[in-house]
C-alpha cells in the first residue's frame, strides 16, 4: 500500500468521526437537560394592601385603693366660715337688746382696784374722764367693752355715753399698768380702720356700742378739719394691712356702711389707746 492510499483512508476516517459527534450531539444536549433538577415554580405575585387599624382607647384607670395607713388618718377639710350679714345699724336710736356674745367679751382682771363704784348723776363719759379711771371721756367705749353684760339694758338712746347711771353700779376698767402689758402683747400694731368723721357723737356712739357687741374693738379720736373740732371712729389694732383687710370686709357687713379705708396712726396714738 503506498503513502497516497493510507492518506486517503486518514482522512476519510476524520470526517467520519466528525459527522458521527455533529450526529450525536442534539442528544448528548439533551441527555443533559434531562439530568438537570427542575426549577422552582415561580410564586405568583403578591399585592401588600395596608390596613388601617383602630386605635386602640385609652382603658379610665381607677385610683388605687387607699393605703392602709391613709385610711387611718384623720379627714382635713378646709371649710370657709359662714358669714351671717348684719342688720343695717339705725343711728337714730341704739338697740340695747342686741344679746352681747359672752366668747367676745375681754378678760378684765378682777379686784378692788379696777371697780369704781358709780355715783349719782355719772355717766359713762364722765366716768371714763375720772383720773383714777382714764382721764380721757373718748374712752368710755372701754368702759363699755369691760361691762357690756351689766349695761345691757340699763341706758337707751342716740348718745348712749352721756346717759345717767344707777347709783352704786359696779363697773370694771382696765388700768394703766394692764393697758402696757396689752400693748407689749400686741407689738406695733399701727393700723387702723377709718370708718367715718362726724361733728358730734350722736351717729358715733350707736356705731360704736353696735361694734363692741359684734366683737369689735372701736375707739374714738378727736381730731381737726377745717379748723373745726370733729370725732373719728376707728377700729383697731393690726400689725399687717393685710390683717384689717380681712376684718373691714365684716365691718362692712356689720354696719352697713358703703365704704371704710384702711389707715397707718402713729406711735403716740397707739401709746394712748392700744390696750384699752
Known sequence: MDFETMKTRQLLLRE???MAFVVLLPFLVTQACSREEPSEPQSPQKIVMKIKKPKPQKESVSPPPPREEEKKGPSIQMVKPQETRAPEVKISDVSAQVAMRPDKAKAVPQGDEHIYIVQNGDSLEAIAARPEVYGA?????????CNQQALLNVIKGPEFEKGTLPTGMKLKFITQAEAEKNRASQ?????????FSDKTMRRISPLAIK???????????KTTIHDEPWYRLRVGFFKRPSEAKGVRERILQTTGLKQVWI????????TEYGGY
Open 263 to 270: 389707715a397707718k396712726i402713729s406711735e403716740k396714738e397707739f
Open 137 to 145: 371721756p373718748l374712752k368710755w367705749t372701754s368702759l363699755y367693752w
Open 187 to 195: 407689738g406695733k400694731a399701727l393700723w387702723v380702720i377709718n370708718l
Open 211 to 221: 361694734l363692741i357687741r359684734e366683737g369689735f374693738h372701736p375707739y374714738i379720736v
Open 16 to 18: 467520519g468521526l466528525f
